[in-house]
C-alpha cells in the first residue's frame, strides 16, 4: 500500500501531500481537485513534473483516500524530466522555513533563529530518516542569512512606527 505524509502549505489551504520513493529521494503533490462521485477521494498533482515545463497538463496525479493512493504506484507516469526532490534537502528546508517564521513574527533574533533551527534540524534527521550528511550540506547558511535579514527588515519596518529599535538592532 502506497502512503502519503501531509505536510503544511505556504500559500493554499490545501496541505501538500508528500510521497517518499526511497530514504533519498521523494515528490510533493498539491491539491488538483476532488472527486465527483466520491467526496472521500481527492486529486493530486506532482509539483516536480509542473517544473519541467510549468504545464499542468500531463503531471502525474495521485487519487488519494485519506493518506492512502488508490490509482496504483506513484513512482510510474510522471513526465519526462521530472525529478524528485531529495529528502534531505527538504528536510532542512523545512527548518530554514521555521527560523524564517520565527524572524518574521518577531520571537527570536537571527542568531536563535539560526542557531536553535540548525539543532532542532539535525536532532529530527533520526526520526525523519534522512541523511545527516546531506542534511548539512543542505544547510546553506549564505542564503538562509540572506533570507532571514530581508525577513527582520521587513519587521522593522512594522516596530519603528512606536519609535523604538527592537533589542538586536541597539
Ligand atoms: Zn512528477
Redesign the pocket.
Known amino acids: 500500500m502506497f502512503k502519503v505524509e501531509f505536510t503544511r502549505s505556504v500559500k493554499g489551504k490545501h496541505p501538500i501531500a508528500r510521497f517518499r520513493l526511497n530514504r533519498e529521494e521523494c ?1 510533493t503533490y498539491c491539491y488538483v481537485g476532488c472527486g465527483r462521485k466520491d467526496n472521500n477521494i481527492t486529486y493530486y498533482g ?1 509539483n ?2 509542473k517544473g519541467v515545463d510549468r504545464n499542468a497538463k500531463g ?2 496525479q495521485i487519487h488519494l483516500n485519506g493518506t492512502v493512493i488508490v490509482n496504483g504506484d506513484p513512482s510510474i507516469g ?2 519526462e524530466g ?1 525529478k524528485a526532490l531529495r529528502t534531505a534537502v527538504v528536510h532542512a528546508e523545512d527548518y530554514k522555513r521555521r527560523a524564517s517564521k520565527e524572524v518574521r513574527v518577531g520571537t527570536t533574533t537571527i542568531g536563535n533563529a539560526r542557531l536553535h533551527n540548525h539543532s532542532l534540524m539535525l536532532a529530527t534527521c533520526d526520526e525523519a530518516d534522512v541523511d545527516e550528511t546531506e542534511t548539512r550540506k543542505s544547510w546553506v547558511l549564505k542564503s538562509l542569512n540572506s533570507r532571514l535579514n530581508k525577513n527582520k527588515v521587513m519587521r522593522v519596518a512594522s516596530i519603528t512606527e512606536t519609535g523604538d529599535l527592537p533589542q538586536e538592532l541597539k
Open positions: 515528490n506532482c516536480q513534473c503531471c502525474k510522471h513526465k521530472c
